[in-house]
């Protein structure tokens, strides 16, 4: 599937196939390929937990997750996370097949960028999160499955659940699997006159 095809047809499915197994092959397809997501400084801190145990899925499904039915009958159920301290763990091994000069001098304006700045490091994190899911639903697309992202679930009692470091920050979590319902039409996009700005913000922008 071309790309401009994957991004008009990815839609979030609800309704999946519960007996349809994902192949291991595949799922390393779709995380190799989710790993080509764009990071700051290359930092690559996103941490994927595939929640596989089925009794887990289903108590996220039932007690915190708002019995959303894609959370236990989808193939796959990745939740991510992000190590908003990455920077700071061995950072050289972020630009190890780069020049070493190069790589120095990345390395040494990554503790500056970052130092101190907990806010900023949360925001790197939840971008890089927001940059590969749409990875890997736009991969998942290609390969023939249908994928739907979630944030309707209790953050702090799954965070619990699976032991979420301190460090770390909860993303979203995205099923993915062969769908076995249609999703609703589309319900409308903005038009680009209401969300482009040219340069810069005018009182008329805003509605």
Not at 34 to 59: A, G
Not at 75 to 97: G, H, V
Not at 165 to 170: A, I, L, Q
């Amino acid at each position: 599937m071309k790309t401009l095809e994957a991004i008009y047809q990815r839609r979030s499915v609800k309704g999946y196939d519960p007996n349809h197994k994902i192949t291991p092959e595949e799922e390393q397809k779709l995380l190799e390929a989710t790993i080509q997501s764009p990071t700051s400084f290359n930092i690559q801190h996103w941490r994927f937990v595939i929640l596989r145990d089925t009794e887990l899925r289903q108590k996220i499904r039932k007690e915190f997750g708002n019995d959303q039915v894609q959370m236990t009958d989808a193939s796959l159920l990745i939740l991510f996370t992000a190590d908003m301290k990455a920077w700071q763990k061995k950072p050289q091994r972020y630009w190890r097949n780069a020049p070493q000069k190069i790589a120095d001098l990345l390395v040494n304006w990554m503790s500056k960028f970052y130092e101190g700045r907990e806010w900023l490091q949360r925001d790197e994190a939840q971008r890089s999160i927001g940059m590969a899911m749409q990875t890997l639903m736009l991969t998942a697309k290609a390969m023939g499955y249908d994928s739907c992202p979630m944030i309707g679930f209790d953050i702090d009692k799954v965070a619990k659940l699976i032991d979420l470091p301190d460090d770390y920050v909860m993303g979203p979590m995205v099923a993915i699997g062969k769908k076995v319902k249609e999703p609703w039409t589309k319900p409308g996009q903005l038009p680009l006159d209401e969300l482009v700005v040219e340069n810069k913000f005018s009182t008329t922008d805003f509605i």
